[in-house]
Nanobody, 122 residues
Framework: QVQLVESGGGLVQAGGSLRLSCAAS????????MGWFRQAPGKEREFVAR????????HYGDSVKGRFTISRDNAKNTVYLQMNSLKPEDTAVYYC???????????????WGQGTQVTVSS
């Protein structure tokens, strides 16, 4: 079992930055592919970024490429999402997710956090 708790959301002006954190419980955190998703009101959930168990491989959604960076610290059981050059369209609830591999993460992650709200004002 893996429990995920996100933090770091808030209100920021367009062009600003935020860093989200996702703290995981469980001794097997370092074996999981981790990812971030987001969901804006009235829209479907959107893939944001993922990172391999070692941190050596990352992948981003087209809408955040070049602006967001995902990273992880396995010693701290934490995954991060650094968000720069934020836009109003980045406003959403951001969710952390964990899965045994990148295919499962993309299709049906096994574990989800409760979400953290990010609001970008224009």
């Amino acid at each position: 079992q893996v429990q995920l708790v996100e933090s770091g959301g808030g209100l920021v002006q367009a062009g600003g930055s935020l860093r989200l954190s996702c703290a995981a419980s469980g001794r097997t955190f370092s074996t999981y592919t981790m990812g971030w998703f987001r969901q804006a009101p009235g829209k479907e959930r959107e893939f944001v970024a993922r990172i391999s168990w070692s941190g050596g491989s990352t992948h981003y959604g087209d809408s955040v490429k070049g602006r967001f960076t995902i990273s992880r610290d396995n010693a701290k059981n934490t995954v991060y999402l650094q968000m720069n050059s934020l836009k109003p369209e980045d406003t959403a609830v951001y969710y952390c997710a964990a899965a045994r591999n990148r295919v499962v993460l993309t299709t049906s992650p096994e574990y989800w956090g409760q979400g953290t709200q990010v609001t970008v004002s224009s």
